[in-house]
């Protein structure tokens, strides 16, 4: 891999290389080889679709969350009371 | 602040009246999710967060009533081609990113650090709230 001249160091690439790995999960950070960009944007691409999907996972079911604040519940009162600003 | 932001969207979304359709609330709440990370104030100033804001605010002008809300608009950008130095891979990575694909290499990456903190935090963050009031 190959860096542009004189805009950023190999050291500086280097660098940003390790921090993305570093924020991969535990369990990505093992398919990725020591210094092998390829890999680690392989794995950050994968990694970046999964975290979409739970966004869309997530938002889906504090939707049904929500649904359940429709009725008269004491659970439902709490968090009414909780989100009112 | 990106909690902030997103614990007052819900607040809105909570209290909307009449009570919108399930999938039109999942629409609302991962919007708000979106424009939350964008909203950081960490992030507000990166390249990823203005694309994003963007790309929401042009889904928000849409018709209403438009279930499908998939358009995709042809940009003049820096053609890939001319990027020979660079792994394959990053051109999916500049389709992933909001902005990815005017972007020079080398701030693609730090921009993709910051992008996947903000996702990281956003869905920790949406997984805390229903843990907390799921019973």
Not at chain 1, 36 to 54: D, F, N, V
Not at chain 2, 63 to 70: E, H, I, N, S
Not at chain 2, 71 to 77: G, L, P, S, Y
Not at chain 2, 81 to 86: D, H, L, M
């Amino acid at each position: 891999m190959s860096s542009r001249r004189g805009r950023i160091t190999d050291e500086e690439m280097n660098e940003l290389i390790s921090k993305l790995q570093l924020l991969l999960p535990e369990s990505r950070r093992r398919n990725v080889g020591r210094a092998s960009a390829g890999k680690l944007l392989k794995e950050t691409c994968s990694y970046i679709k999964s975290l979409h999907r739970e966004v869309d996972d997530l938002s889906d079911r504090l939707s049904q969350l929500m649904a359940t604040m429709d009725d008269n519940s004491p659970q439902a009162d709490i968090i009414r009371s909780l989100l009112r600003s | 602040m990106q909690a902030l932001h997103f614990l007052q969207a819900l607040a809105r979304i909570a209290r909307a009246a009449p009570k919108p359709a399930h999938s039109a609330r999942t629409r609302q709440i991962r919007h708000a999710a979106y424009a939350s990370m964008a909203h950081s104030s960490r992030s507000s100033r990166r390249t990823w967060s203005r694309a994003l804001l963007h790309r929401l605010r042009q889904r928000q002008q849409q018709r209403p009533g438009r279930l499908l809300t998939v358009r995709r608009r042809v940009r003049i950008v820096t053609p890939i081609t001319s990027r020979p130095e660079e792994p394959a891979r990053a051109e999916t990575l500049r389709q992933l990113v909001p902005g990815g694909r005017g972007m020079e290499y080398c701030n693609l990456l730090e921009e993709t650090a910051d992008y996947v903190q903000c996702l990281r935090a956003q869905v920790q963050l949406m997984q805390t709230l229903l843990d907390a009031f799921s019973s």
